[in-house]
Structure formats: C-alpha cells, structure tokens
C-alpha cells in the first residue's frame, strides 16, 4: 500500500490518522450549522471598527500591545456589566478565539503527563486541544438526557483526577446549562487534585433569566477560569477574539505559554470597537433569543423532542432518519448540524425570516 503524502513525512505519531476539525462550509441561503449570529454587522459598528482599525494601521510598523491593556479593561468592563460580577482588568486574557484561549490554559496547566477531562456530548474540540498539547482525554459521562448533576460530576473527576476539567455551559450541541451546584461540586472535588476548573461560556450571553453565570463564582477560587467568546453575542466570528477572566495569578501563568504580540494591533482595534458598541450589539442576542424560544416550541408543536436551551441554538430529537432530515434541509438551501448522535440534528436560530424557513422546510420532510 501506498502512504499519503502526508504519512510520510515525520509527524508526531500521535496526529497520525487522525482528521482536523471540518464543520461543513457552505455557500447556502441559510447556514445554521456553526452557531454564528446570522445578522448583519450593524452599519454604527462597521464604520467604527473600519474607524479604529484604520487608526490601528498608521501604526503597524510597531508591535502592538503585548498585553493588549486597552481591550482587556473594555473586556473586564463589559463583564462586569452583563453579569453583575465585579472584575478587573488583571483578571481577564484574550487570544484569537476561545480556541487559543484553551490551547493557552492547556499549554500552561495540561501538556505532556498529565489529563484533561469533559463529558461528551460536547464541544469537539476538546480532546484536540488536549491532543495537540500531548495530554491525555478522559471522556467523561452524562446522564441519558445529556444533564449532568453535582454527585456524578464529582465522582468522575475523584475517580480520574485530571490536571484539567472543562464544563461547557451552555453545553454544544446539547443548548443546556450547568446550575451552579453543578461547577461547585465540580470545583469542591477538582481541589482535592489542584485541577484546574474551566467553564466555557462561549454562549453565556444567550443564557435564559433564571440562569447564573460562574463568573458569579470567581472570588475565592483560584483555579476557576471562565472563558468566553466574542465569536457569537458579539457576532464577531471572523474578528477572532475569545477571552476569559480568572483570578490574576491565572493571567499571569498564561503569558508564560503565549507568542508574543499574539493579538495583532488589527484584532485588538476591531474588537474594541465592536465592545463600545456592546449595547447596540446586544439588541441583536435578545432578537436570536426569541427564536431560539420559538424554535424550542414550534419543534415541539411538531412532534420533535428539542431540547431545553440557553444557547443560540437548539439540538432536537425524533428524527426517524437525520441524515435524511438534514439533507432535505439542505436541498432547500439550509444548513445545520448533524453531530452525530442518532436521531438528533443541531440548528442555529437565525432571523425570523431563516428560522421560518427552517421550520416550514423541516415540516415538509416530517409530511412526506
Ligand atoms: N467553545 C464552544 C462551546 C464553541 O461552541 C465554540 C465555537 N463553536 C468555541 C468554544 C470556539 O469559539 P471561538 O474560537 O470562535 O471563540
């Protein structure tokens, strides 16, 4: 047989074989298959991130900010607004997505000899992060409906004792999120071990009334770190910009691992702006919000089993076929995910309009 042209070359022999990350990308009416904000950039922020970014240029000739001081206090400030949690600029840290966010806790708390733990159904790029930073990936379980609770939690990381455990809240696919009990035990028990405890919020700003961002946990714990994203409130997936807030020494050890001038003086001006603008932005969360509630509904209505959901999206059951359901979808012009897991497709809410659309196609199939 044969090697490709790529199993001949000298890689580490734990990549080999292995596939990258490759959610489908289409040109289609409506793609809501990664969870982005289908909305427009409004026009205010547009023209005043082509303002900022402009001003950033006369200055490329320099490195920018190695700490990017500027974004992380209008970071820490936007914090401290949305979940009435008080933070400082000290405690926050960005990178070019939350994807490099985690690679930087992985790199300064995992790495070669130790472990990191989730509990799928979730964000698939968490034993790649722990692959590419040569740790271990410990599987974690949930219960049959995908919910964790406090006891379980515990147990599995008492059991393991990995360096580093990540919740996902709101969890994708799944749209739930953890009550704080939940990251409390997790906490209690990965202190036993000096693990490290993160909580990815990349959907927190989606989050129903009822639900406490861990934010509300960080004094005192200093292994916590929550991470965030301004890939998908912010609709600001092409700007990459993720970050998180922790306590200092956190930050602190995080520079030890990152490049520097890792944020380019373009992506600290863009994301700046688009963080003045953070109101008008909102507007647009509380919008999804509505269609996402309506999505969970209307699915119902139809016989379907979705999910409860504190996400911009919604993972629904009862398909008889969902390869089948998403390929209709498709053949109208509609994009969403398939994750996998039998019977279940994943779906972004978008506009009324491409929420509509995806309703009235989605009836269709189940009519045939
Ligand atoms: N965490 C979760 C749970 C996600 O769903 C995503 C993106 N789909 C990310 C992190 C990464 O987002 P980004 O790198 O764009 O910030």
Known sequence: MTESPLEALPIRPELRGQQPYGAPQLNVEAMLNVNETTYDVPEEVV?????????????????????FTALRHKLAGFLTSESAVALSAEQIWAANGSNEVMQHILQAFAGPGRS??????TYSM??????????????????????????????????HRPKVVILCSPNNPTGTALQLEVVEAAYRAAAE????????????????????SALSMLAGRPRLIVTRTMSKAFAMAGGRLGYLAASPAVTDALRLVRLPYHLS???????????DHAQNLMANVERIKTQRD?????LRGMGLDPHPSDANFVFFGGLDDATAAW????????????????????????????TTGFLTSLATYLNR
């Open 265 to 275: 003086a373009i992506t600290q001006a863009a994301a700046g702006a688009a963080l």
């Open 116 to 121: 990191v733990m989730s509990f799928p159904p």
């Open 294 to 298: 309506r999505l969970v509904v209307e």
């Open 126 to 159: 968490y034993p790649l992060y722990a692959r590419g930073v040569n740790s271990e990936y410990i599987a974690g379980t949930r219960s049959p409906d995908f919910t964790q609770t406090p006891e379980d939690v515990a147990a599995q990381i008492r059991e």
């Open 193 to 212: 071990s000096e693990t490290i405890v993160v909580v990815d919020e990349a959907y927190g700003e989606f989050r129903q009334p009822g639900t406490e």
């Open 327 to 354: 390929q209709h979808l498709l053949d109208d012009g509609i994009l969403v995910r398939d994750v996998g897991i039998a019977h279940h497709l994943r779906v972004t809410a978008g506009t009324e309009a491409e």
């Open 47 to 67: 023209e005043a991130i082509a303002e900022q970014v402009r001003a950033a240029a006369q200055s490329l000739n320099r490195y920018p900010d190695r700490e």
